[in-house]
Nanobody, 116 residues
């Protein structure tokens, strides 16, 4: 059973930084691409960043390019989202996700709030 558990969210001031973590279990982590999404109130859920199974290729939402980075540690079954120069518009619930043969799985999410 796929399980994704996010942590690291919180309240930060405009321009601050946070590092989100996602602990994965229940599937062969090292063979799957991993993604971070966010849910902002009043907006559709959007993909923020994605990293291939080997970490060699990364994709970012245009609005976070140059501010966010994604990484993974296959030995620890962890994926990270380093967020810098945070803006109030980044406020939302951030979710870890994986597409396995059984479909897309989600974590419960972690709240990120950026105050102006």
């Amino acid at each position: 059973q796929v399980r994704l558990v996010e942590s690291g969210g919180g309240l930060v001031q405009d321009g601050g930084s946070l590092r989100l973590s996602c602990a994965a279990s229940g599937f062969t982590f090292s063979t799957y691409a991993m993604s971070w999404y966010r849910q902002i109130p009043g907006k559709e859920r959007e993909m923020v960043a994605r990293i291939t199974w080997d970490g060699d290729s990364k994709v970012f939402l245009d609005s976070v390019k140059g501010r966010f980075s994604i990484s993974r540690d296959n030995a620890k079954r962890m994926v990270y989202l380093q967020m810098s120069r945070l803006q109030p518009e980044d406020t939302g619930v951030y979710l870890c996700s994986v597409d396995t043969v059984d479909g897309r799985a989600w974590g419960q999410g972690t709240q990120v709030t950026v105050s102006s």
